[in-house]
């Protein structure tokens, strides 16, 4: 690690550590107020957008990237790259899947007409 | 050569500032000879470098497992991914297990600074304690799964009770648990329990025991009444009435609306429940056409019987013989209509309980430990998705665990905190893990 062992960086962690418990109760009042987001599709991004930072902030202080030389991004970002890729290659034949499906497994799966229109 | 970096643990030759390889220097032109000087290519140790590269392909791994459960969770009909209230899933608790998996970051951060200035039983002290958190969060998980297997949500059938719309399909397995349900009780029961408790003969054919539920006054939930009474009550109330009218209805709509409101008795979805209502006071009316039906009928063959009573032949015994049977007959279909009559009331009972509970309706499965199938639209892959993610997130949390538990014995000094820091690493990015999984399982 290329930190200093002399600086005393306890406030900071605990400074950290009190701002992810904070964006973790941001993420709970994202998903239960009423009427912030017009489409459950905003709630969504606002609250993966809250993970990502706090995921930041996790590799930045506690696994000390803030002070680590450029390494870290050899290592980092082909990984995030090929991860991005995988999820995108998925989306054709996953995520579209029930465009393809034949009448026979539409009447098997699970459908929102079984209770009427979606909610 | 960076030689802040290599302060650590690497082997001296790694260190060599001006160090000749394989002891041989090489003569140049000029005849001197020049000397290899080892660079680093990474200001980092092979512990840690190899801890990273393990790191990245933990990244690409749980990055497959995230995005297929993102293509998954997202390519599925709107509003038919089982909310997280369905499948018991408490959004405080995750949120809970979240601060737990945080604050155990920050303890194995406070370990690794304490050992780097040696003092090692505060080092071991916030190890400790890490340790004792990440037990805390596989405590909460375990209790987490217990929920879900007491409600029968498992990935696969046989355990797994759900069923991914309410159809024939359904409807048959409902039928076969209440009978398994039925049978098990007569196994188990003695002959004087089963007098005393449903005042039924001891063999109980489906008919003979629905003729006593006019006896059995309790609805649902009352204490009074024993679970026999309730089973036989229920089953009758429910699956045999929804299996004889979607069998004589021919209206589709009308046969769905009735498989609808099964479902919802046994295991409601409260988001169905403004689809449901609607159900129930169609369905309500439907009992009431058929009671008004049924009660033309009783008065018909009573008017029927009291006209034979009376007329009692003067005569030989041959035309008394002849008056008794179709008396006899009568008196037969009279019993056959007050039983369907005491039937209908009684589904009618069950269908007004439902509605005055409304969307606070909490289902048969709830309420006994029956075991009903329910109807879970995408419940196997919500199932199949969310105990692969959690159970290899929840490995890995284990496996954080013993390295703890093995090192703890340790003298946690500066020696020490390359293995510490290794370690915390590993554990952090187990926390990212769980950062990315609490609002796409809990919130979403």
């Known amino acids: 690690m290329s ?41 969504w991004q606002v609250m993966i957008g809250i993970s990502t930072a706090k995921a930041a902030l996790v590799v930045l202080f506690f696994m000390h990237f803030w002070w680590e030389q450029s390494w870290k991004y050899l290592l980092t970002i082909p990984t995030m790259l090929m991860a991005v890729i995988l999820v995108v290659a998925l989306i054709p034949d996953i995520m579209h899947r029930r465009q393809s499906y034949s009448e026979t497994r539409l009447n098997h799966s699970a459908a929102e007409d079984a209770y009427g229109p979606a909610k | 050569m960076n030689s ?25 032109a000029d005849g001197h000879a020049s000397v290899l000087s080892y660079q680093a290519c990474l200001p980092i140790s092979r512990g840690k470098l190899a801890l990273w590269l393990f790191l990245s392909t933990e990244i690409m791994f749980f990055a497959a497992l995230i995005g297929s459960y993102i293509v998954l969770r997202f390519g599925v009909p709107d509003g038919t991914w089982p909310a997280p209230k369905v499948v018991h899933l408490l959004e405080w608790v995750g949120a809970l297990n979240t601060c737990v998996l945080l604050l155990s970051s920050v303890t194995v951060v406070f370990a690794f600074e304490a050992a780097k200035q040696n003092r090692t039983q505060v080092a071991k002290t916030w190890l400790g304690l890490t340790l004792l958190l990440g037990c805390g969060f596989l405590g909460i998980k375990a209790w987490e799964y217990s929920g879900k297997i007491s409600h029968g949500i498992y990935p696969q059938r046989p355990r797994s009770l759900m069923y991914e719309r309410p159809d024939l399909n359904y409807l048959s397995a409902v039928k076969q648990r ?17 007098n005393k408790v449903a005042g039924v003969a001891p063999k109980v054919g489906p008919t003979e025991s629905a003729g006593e539920l006019v006896k059995v006054r309790s609805v649902v939930l009352e204490d009074h009444a024993s679970d026999a009474d309730r089973l036989l009550f229920l089953r009758e109330t429910t699956v045999g009435w929804t299996e004889r009218r979607v069998g004589r209805v021919r209206n589709p709509f009308v046969q769905q609306e009735m498989l609808d409101v099964l479902a919802f008795m046994i295991y409601p979805e409260a988001a169905n429940w403004p689809h449901i209502e609607g159900c129930l006071q169609r369905e309500t009316l439907r009992v009431q056409q058929e009671l008004d039906e049924m009660a033309g009928q009783q008065k018909t063959l009573r008017d029927k019987i009291a006209a034979i009573a009376p007329a009692e032949p003067a005569g030989g015994a041959a035309v008394d013989a002849t008056i008794a049977a179709e008396r006899v007959v009568l008196e037969n279909e009279l019993a056959a209509v007050d039983l369907q009559i005491s039937q209908w009331k009684s ?43 959690t159970g290899l997130h929840a490995i890995h949390v284990l496996v954080g665990l013993i390295a703890f538990v093995l090192l703890l014995p340790r003298t946690l000094g500066p020696m020490a905190a390359p293995w510490i820091e290794n370690l915390a690493l590993y554990w952090h990015f187990v926390d990212i893990v769980w950062i990315f999984l609490f609002p796409l399982l809990y919130l979403f």
């Open chain 1, 3 to 43: 930190d200093d062992a002399h600086v005393n960086r306890t406030p900071l962690f605990f400074g950290v550590f009190i701002v992810l418990v904070g964006l973790t109760l941001a993420s709970f009042w994202v998903a239960n107020a009423e009427g912030l987001f017009a489409l459950p599709q905003t709630k």
């Open chain 2, 347 to 389: 589904r009618g009972q069950l269908l007004a309980e439902v509605q005055a509970s409304g969307s606070e309706w909490e289902g048969l499965n709830h309420h006994y430990h029956w075991g009903l199938p329910i109807v879970l639209p995408n419940g196997n892959t919500w199932a199949s998705t969310y105990f692969l993610l």
């Open chain 2, 4 to 28: 802040k970096a290599n302060h650590d643990h690497t082997s001296p030759s790694e260190h060599g500032e001006s160090h000749v390889r394989g002891g041989h220097g090489h003569d140049s």
């Open chain 2, 178 to 194: 209440f009978t398994e349900l039925v049978s098990a009780r007569d196994k188990t029961a003695s002959d004087t329990q089963k």
